[in-house]
């Protein structure tokens, strides 16, 4: 019986899923949906990638954050200069298809061709929540743990891009980037990997050339 | 219809809390809830815990470690010589108090006066599921950032202690101490905030000292 909910309530959320996929494809815009525990990165991450797309002026993206509360994460974005909305989940674990869909209507489709979704911080839920994303980039920082990929799996299966972030921190910690590489591609054999630090810069050209030529992509198809 | 199905979880497993909780009082047990996002610290945290413990001779303590899935931290644990038991949840978010019930009877209730519940790494989903613990303890390690207790009030408000972790890396981070503590006191003015860093032993003194006061306590009521 609860099992049944679940699926019913899966089955619901992976329609409006593609409803939302559908409209996202119509504008050729690709849509990222970061996901990471709480204190990963996603937002620092975030407002160095836009700082940098902007500044090689080949891309117009916005934004859509998604927290349990408050609104400090769209104000700090806000101040990249790019379109933003903050949806509160008021205690919900993850972001779904209906929440989305919800705040499509303010922000401008027709002008933007990257959309990033900064989930809930939580490993956990958001993987299994399909929301219409072009694809689902998973964040963990090297504090975290190198054992990461291997106790939370899901999330790694799901996603096809996984980025290591706080590298500057690497030498503090013991985490080994080798381990951690071993164990994602034996969840996911074609996961791609960037260890990168936004604070410092390094590794984040890699990921915006990334960003931009799927981008490119996109829009083309 | 799906806010009715999730109060029916909620309290099926609450009724299963208190006969777990009953239990755990019949036999003087105090039961914390360790509650954190994943690589917050919680494991390390319980071997240094757990080695502190024996040394000074005075509590019996045993563990139960949630995961989705590895038995990687029960592992760990199990060095420490302490009777440990491992729940994988197969990819849910969190422990609820059945699965907790169903590996009480592998576990030496009647030697032990400390249970220690390493939760799955979430800081959303365990906050509203009780298990029967004495209480829930939260862990945020300073390299998740002082904005935390902010944007994840739920844990904070059901926690009564908070263990701020990885005090040894705060001066590569930007994390306020101060900013944590003023918005947790807001969120809940009763908690207990206690900053320590597992890696240097810095503060487990105190925290070492809490739970030996907790369990004296529980063991003469």
Known sequence: MRVKVYQDILEANDNLAEMNRKKFKGHGILVVNLI???GCGKTMLLEKTLAALRERGKVRPAVVEGDLETSRDAERIARSGVPVVQINTQGGCHL???MLAAVLPDLPLAEINLLFIENVGNL?????FDVGESYKVVVLSVTEGDD???KYPVV???????????MD?????????EAALRDMRSVNPKLKCLPLSARTGQGMDAWVELLEEQVQGVSKG
């Open 36 to 38: 990471g525990s709480p």
């Open 96 to 98: 779904d298809a209906s």
């Open 124 to 128: 956990v839920c958001p993987a299994s």
């Open 148 to 150: 990461k990929p291997a």
């Open 156 to 166: 790694f299966h799901h996603s096809e891009v996984a980025l290591v972030t706080k």
């Open 169 to 177: 921190l690497i030498e503090h910690t013991d985490f080994s980037l």
